[in-house]
């Protein structure tokens, strides 16, 4: 264990070792390749759900129906309107950086670019749908797309069928903000072409 925790291949030398907690106390930081060593060894389970955010790794929330009734309603809807040349991955690993990576449930990028090259400097668009995970996809989580400058945001309530649309990304913060209701259009700045109607959608 303690040789997979060190080994120069999965982290970079001066990548601190520890993360400091709210309360002071220091965490042991993780990095997106230990990570992926750990669930290959079996110590982290394959199919245990979590994101890795500055090291620490954050469990996410359990999905309940009405987020996962939207996401295939949205998969069927993006896959037969996206642009030619854009493609979208589901729920993929989105490494942010070394001790970082996200889950969102859509990102997308150009075909051109491949998934192989997904980063923060080819997305273009992600969505998260929110339900239980409200607070945090609109807080922390917006903040952390920002900072990697990710274009645009949608945060979808799978709840209320409100989306949250996030644009013009900086270090604070996105720097434009604005709530469209389900039966507002959602038109795609970062990717022309792309657009949705929540209210309608068929959903099963």
Known sequence: MNQLFRNPELRSAELPITTRAAEGL???RWTVAETEAMTRAGILDEDERFELIGGEI???NPKGIQHEVLKTALNLHFAANRPAD???AQETTFRLSEDSFVEPDFIFFRKA???AALDPRTALLAVEIADSSLRWDLGR???IYAQFGIPELWVID???RVTHV???PRL???AQIIQAAEDEPLVSTSVPGLEVRLAHLETF
Request: proline share 4%; hydrophobic share 45%; glycine share 8%.
């Open 113 to 115: 670019d491949g998934l």
């Open 166 to 168: 996030h644009r013009a």
């Open 141 to 143: 989580k917006a903040l």
């Open 26 to 28: 220091e965490r042991r």
């Open 86 to 88: 854009i493609v979208f």
């Open 172 to 174: 604070e913060g996105y």
């Open 58 to 60: 954050v469990p996410m």
């Open 158 to 160: 799978a709840v209320r």
